[in-house]
């Protein structure tokens, strides 16, 4: 069974940060780009951060250029998004989601998903 599991989320302060996890299974973790995905209240899917399967290719939506970093670790097949000077803007419910190989900046071509785990920025 196919299970994408995130952790992390939370209420935090403009400014602060959060690190996100994904626990990926029952599937090669290896041959998948992953994604992180978040939706806002009232809003629909937003792409926000990918990397390939083999974690030497990453990209990020403009708006979280130079504050958020995905990684991903093979051997314990987790995906990570680290969140630094979160703003109100990036409180979202954040959805981890895979897709064969290839990053793709569009949410409907990931076949896999989390639940997801919310975020929320606010003072």
């Known amino acids: 069974e196919v299970q994408l599991v995130e952790s992390g989320g939370g209420l935090v302060q403009p400014g602060g940060s959060l690190r996100l996890s994904c626990a990926a299974s029952?599937?090669?973790?290896?041959?998948?780009?992953m994604s992180w995905v978040r939706q806002a209240p009232g809003k629909g899917l937003e792409w926000v951060s990918a990397?390939?399967?083999?974690?030497?290719?990453?990209s990020n939506v403009d708006s979280v250029k130079g504050r958020f970093t995905i990684s991903r670790d093979a051997a314990k097949n987790m995906m990570y998004l680290q969140m630094n000077r979160l703003q109100p803007m990036d409180t979202a419910l954040y959805y981890c989601?895979?897709?064969?190989?290839?990053?793709?900046?569009?949410?409907?071509?990931?076949?896999?998903w989390g639940q997801g785990t919310q975020v929320t920025v606010s003072s």
């Open positions: 989601a895979a897709r064969t190989v290839y990053i793709d900046y569009d949410p409907r071509s990931y076949g896999y």
């Open positions: 990397i390939d399967s083999g974690g030497g290719r990453t």
């Open positions: 029952g599937f090669t973790f290896s041959i998948y780009a």
